[in-house]
């Protein structure tokens, strides 16, 4: 019985391998599926949620009366329309800069402790900000992505994030595009998105936060970009920046449409 | 103090699907840190899940087990309702149990 299974599993594996040219491609999109079912991320979400809802900071509130854009409190598909122009802070926003401000703002941390661990490590280092991050977008599963551009501070940050997305600089000359404006390109044995048809812009803007199988931890959009400026060796990018929020302006526009997916699982 | 499991329990013909999310660092021992100094192994070493008081399974873990564990089974029996509770213990005798419904 037990012999029986093990060779359907093996027959059933080796079958799309042979068959396929990009073979190791196959094998990865088979890896994430098999991993989608027990995605570690809703134990994230979990944390986010009880911290959304715990009286924390010096003001001793909680967070259910932050403003995410739909109105205080409203966290069903609010991450489905970030970024987007806030009128109380006269400033666009993505999501984890919205949640640093209602932090300072509603209770009372200062920006520096807000921002304390806004990329997690391990168990010493939990970043709470990762956690509300996969609580929020979780609840914005299955929404169609629907960016505004309608104020001129959003057209304004969209036009500077199409400017990064194509500005090339570094020790390497790179830009975003070199990597993401055209198909088949890979770091590594990854598949990397080209980020400029609709449907590479989709499949990445709506599978992020992830959590990243091989660093064990929930990553936000916002440590994507912060790796990207790494690994193409540009100056660090400082976190809630408005380079960051253009750049997410950007790419969250052209990924308008499509249902949102996440928090979602990678390598 | 570790973070709560994520348990869902639902009935499959005349089984009962488990499926569990425990958060835990899973260390190996074989780590080292920044300073070239050794990272202590810490796991999970025992699971005990039990349906109504009696045992469906228990499970002696190490190392080898990833960080952030999913475990998925089946066992027979179980009916709507009925709670079904899962503690590990690790290494360093923390312990953690939680519990939930069969949907």
């Given at each position: 019985?037990?012999?029986?299974?093990?060779f359907a599993?093996?027959?059933?594996?080796?079958?799309?391998?042979a068959?396929?040219?990009?073979?190791?491609?196959?094998?990865?999109?088979?890896y994430?599926?098999?991993?989608?079912?027990?995605?570690?991320?809703e134990?994230?979400?979990a944390?986010?949620?009880?911290?959304?809802r715990?009286?924390?900071?010096?003001k001793?509130?909680?967070?259910?009366?932050?403003?995410?854009?739909?109105?205080?409190?409203?966290?069903?598909?609010?991450?489905?329309?970030?970024?987007?122009?806030?009128?109380?802070?006269?400033r666009?926003?993505?999501?984890?800069?919205?949640?640093?401000?209602?932090?300072v703002?509603?209770?009372?941390y200062?920006?520096?402790?807000?921002k304390?661990?806004?990329?997690?490590?391990?168990?010493?280092?939990?970043?709470?900000?990762?956690?509300?991050?996969?609580?929020?977008?979780?609840?914005?599963?299955?929404?169609p992505m629907?960016?505004p551009?309608?104020?001129?501070?959003?057209?304004?940050?969209?036009?500077?994030?199409?400017?990064?997305?194509?500005?090339?600089?570094?020790t390497?000359?790179?830009?975003?595009?070199t990597?993401?404006?055209?198909?088949?390109?890979?770091?590594?044995?990854?598949?990397?998105?080209?980020?400029?048809?609709?449907?590479?812009?989709?499949?990445?803007?709506?599978?992020?936060?992830?959590?990243?199988?091989?660093?064990?931890?929930l990553?936000?959009?916002?440590?994507?970009l912060?790796?990207?400026?790494?690994?193409?060796?540009?100056?660090?990018?400082?976190?809630?920046?408005?380079?960051?929020?253009?750049?997410?302006?950007?790419?969250?526009?052209?990924?308008?449409?499509?249902p949102?997916?996440?928090?979602?699982i990678?390598? | 103090?570790?973070?709560?499991?994520?348990?869902?329990?639902?009935?499959?013909?005349?089984?009962?699907?488990?499926?569990?999310?425990?958060?835990?660092?899973?260390?190996?021992?074989?780590?080292?840190?920044?300073?070239?100094?050794?990272?202590?192994?810490?796991?999970?070493?025992?699971?005990?899940?039990?349906?109504?008081?009696?045992?469906?399974?228990?499970?002696?873990?190490?190392?080898?087990?990833?960080?952030?564990?999913?475990?998925?089974?089946k066992?027979?029996?179980?009916?709507?309702?009925?709670?079904?509770?899962?503690s590990?213990?690790?290494?360093?005798g923390?312990?953690r149990?939680?519990?939930?419904?069969?949907?």
């Amino acid at each position: 019985m037990f012999a029986r299974a093990v060779f359907a599993l093996a027959a059933a594996a080796i079958a799309p391998a042979a068959s396929a040219q990009g073979s190791t491609a196959d094998e990865i999109a088979k890896y994430r599926a098999a991993l989608r079912e027990g995605n570690p991320a809703e134990l994230w979400q979990a944390r986010g949620e009880a911290l959304w809802r715990e009286k924390r900071g010096p003001k001793h509130v909680t967070l259910e009366g932050c403003d995410l854009g739909l109105g205080p409190g409203i966290v069903k598909g609010a991450y489905a329309q970030l970024p987007r122009y806030f009128a109380d802070a006269d400033r666009v926003m993505d999501l984890e800069t919205r949640l640093v401000w209602c932090m300072v703002k509603l209770q009372g941390y200062t920006e520096s402790d807000a921002k304390r661990n806004v990329f997690g490590s391990g168990n010493d280092k939990k970043s709470d900000l990762e956690a509300l991050t996969a609580y929020i977008t979780s609840e914005s599963r299955g929404v169609p992505m629907k960016v505004p551009l309608s104020h001129a501070k959003e057209m304004e940050a969209y036009r500077v994030g199409e400017k990064l997305f194509f500005f090339r600089g570094g020790t390497h000359d790179f830009a975003c595009a070199t990597c993401h404006g055209e198909e088949g390109k890979r770091i590594r044995l990854q598949d990397l998105p080209n980020l400029m048809t609709a449907e590479g812009a989709q499949k990445a803007y709506t599978t992020w936060p992830a959590y990243r199988v091989s660093q064990g931890e929930l990553r936000t959009f916002e440590w994507r970009l912060y790796d990207c400026f790494r690994q193409q060796r540009f100056p660090e990018l400082a976190f809630g920046s408005e380079a960051a929020i253009a750049l997410t302006m950007y790419l969250a526009r052209n990924a308008n449409g499509a249902p949102y997916d996440g928090p979602a699982i990678k390598r | 103090m570790s973070d709560p499991m994520k348990i869902r329990a639902s009935l499959v013909g005349d089984s009962t699907e488990v499926k569990v999310l425990m958060s835990h660092e899973m260390e190996t021992g074989q780590r080292k840190d920044a300073q070239g100094q050794t990272i202590p192994a810490w796991f999970i070493q025992n699971v005990v899940v039990t349906h109504n008081g009696k045992t469906v399974l228990a499970a002696q873990w190490g190392t080898a087990v990833a960080k952030n564990p999913f475990l998925s089974f089946k066992f027979k029996g179980g009916a709507k309702g009925d709670k079904v509770t899962i503690s590990w213990t690790d290494n360093r005798g923390d312990k953690r149990t939680d519990e939930a419904v069969i949907a």
